[in-house]
Structures are given as structure tokens and as C-alpha cells.
């Protein structure tokens, strides 16, 4: 089956850590989107990556830093620069002009920092 | 820049009633899509219906129906014979299909479902 996968589900950090979320989809999808969502927030944008290696800074970028070196690959590093981590991360992918432009969700990181 | 807006942090119906969520979106484009998602307690984002701008015609998906006014800048979502399983949070998203396809979204509604 074709889909997006992300691990962990649960994810717990000390403060002043780097820890890096995992991203991986067999779609063949060519863009890619990290999106953070906290309660009444909706989701905002993180990073995205419309091809290999290239990819721009979303609205919340700061602290932040993903790379692109596989297609299928997209992960996510939450530095000790971001001041207030502890979220829910949700990856993402598109095939722009293809599949009437929806966007695919994976299920999601809770990130927990203490 | 464009945004999204949905004026209702939650909203609630009864069993096999209908309801209507509202969402209004800035932008000068002419071309873009026009998204409602679905967010159930597992937190798994679900496409429920999509309304691409030059279609005047509007989107519908089995109870879920949307009332598209371009004008206006209005995308609002109408849930019809509500079920226990439509409990959920609900975003609404544009697209704007050239440049950067950046998907803005919501706050989400927080609907609740009334046996």
C-alpha cells in the first residue's frame, strides 16, 4: 500500500537536544511538507520541498532544519534553537498537478520536551 | 498574502441532523483549490471534499457538500444526516496551483456529534 510514514509516534526529548523526525513516502510524490500543529493553531508550515535536494522555509521555520537528498525521503531536526518544541508534527506530500492537487498526511509525531 | 479563516472553534449538531461549517479565504488569484480536511481523534488527516476555483459548479461527496461563492471568497462545508463518526476537527485549506504550492490552512472547527 502506498502511503507516508512517520516515526516515532511518541517521542520524548530532554531540553537542549536535537532530535529528528522521520519522514518516508513511496508515493512517488514529488513535493514534501513538515507542518506543526498546536491546539487552536491549525497546522503551519515548517519546511517544504517541492524536488531532491532543494527546499524552502516555511512560516515557522526557525529552530528548524530538514534535508532532501532522497525523494522518498524527508526528515525533520528540531534543534535546541526552537524554544518551545513540544508538539504534534505531521509530514506530508503532493504531486503538484497530479491527484487534483491533495495533499497526503502520515500520522504524525508527538514530540514531548522536558 | 493569502489566509484562511474559520470563525467557529466549534460547533455542534445532533445525530442525523445537518450542519455547516464556515471558512472565508483572502487572496487576489483567480486559479486555486479549495480543500476541507478532517481530523479524527487518531489525528490522521483525511481529505474530505476539494472545489477547484473555476468549477462554478459545486462539490459534493456522498452527506458532504460545499457552497462554493467565488465572489465572496466563502468555502463553507455542509454535513448532511451528521453520524457519531463525523465527530472531528475540520480544516479548511487553499491552494493556490502555480508557484509555490503552499497549502495555507485554518484553525480548524471542533465538531461534535450529539446521539
Known amino acids: 500500500d502506498g502511503g507516508i510514514t512517520q516515526s516515532p509516534k511518541y517521542l520524548f526529548r530532554k531540553e537542549g537536544q536535537n532530535v529528528t523526525l522521520s519522514c518516508e513516502q513511496n508515493?512517488?510524490?514529488?513535493?514534501m511538507y513538515w507542518y506543526r500543529q498546536d491546539p487552536g493553531q491549525g497546522l503551519r508550515l515548517i519546511y517544504y520541498s517541492q524536488i531532491v535536494n532543494d527546499f524552502q522555509k516555511g512560516d515557522i521555520a526557525e529552530g528548524y532544519s530538514v534535508s532532501r537528498e532522497k525523494k522518498e525521503s524527508f526528515p525533520l531536526t528540531v534543534t535546541s534553537a526552537q524554544k518551545n518544541p513540544t508538539a504534534f508534527y505531521l509530514c506530508?506530500?503532493?504531486?503538484?498537478?497530479?491527484?487534483?492537487?491533495?495533499?497526503?498526511f502520515g500520522p504524525g509525531t508527538r514530540l514531548t520536551v522536558t | 498574502a493569502q489566509t484562511v479563516t474559520q470563525s467557529q472553534p466549534e460547533m455542534s449538531v445532533q445525530e442525523a441532523e445537518t450542519v455547516t461549517l464556515s471558512c472565508t479565504y483572502d487572496?487576489?488569484?483567480?486559479?486555486?483549490?479549495l480543500f476541507w480536511y478532517k481530523q479524527p481523534p487518531s489525528r490522521q488527516m483525511i481529505l474530505v471534499i476539494r472545489q477547484e476555483a473555476y468549477k462554478q459548479q459545486n462539490a459534493t461527496e456522498n452527506r458532504f457538500s460545499v457552497n462554493f461563492q467565488k465572489a465572496a471568497k466563502s468555502f463553507s462545508l455542509k454535513i448532511s444526516d451528521s453520524q457519531l463518526g463525523d465527530a472531528a476537527m475540520y480544516f479548511c485549506?487553499?491552494?493556490?496551483?502555480?508557484?509555490?504550492?503552499?497549502?495555507?490552512f485554518g484553525t480548524g472547527t471542533r465538531l461534535k456529534v450529539l446521539a
Open positions: 485549506a487553499y491552494l493556490l496551483t502555480s508557484g509555490t504550492y503552499k497549502y495555507i
Open positions: 487572496t487576489s488569484e483567480s486559479d486555486y483549490y
Open positions: 508515493l512517488n510524490h514529488d513535493a
Open positions: 506530508a506530500s503532493s504531486a503538484p498537478g497530479q491527484s487534483l492537487y491533495e495533499q497526503y
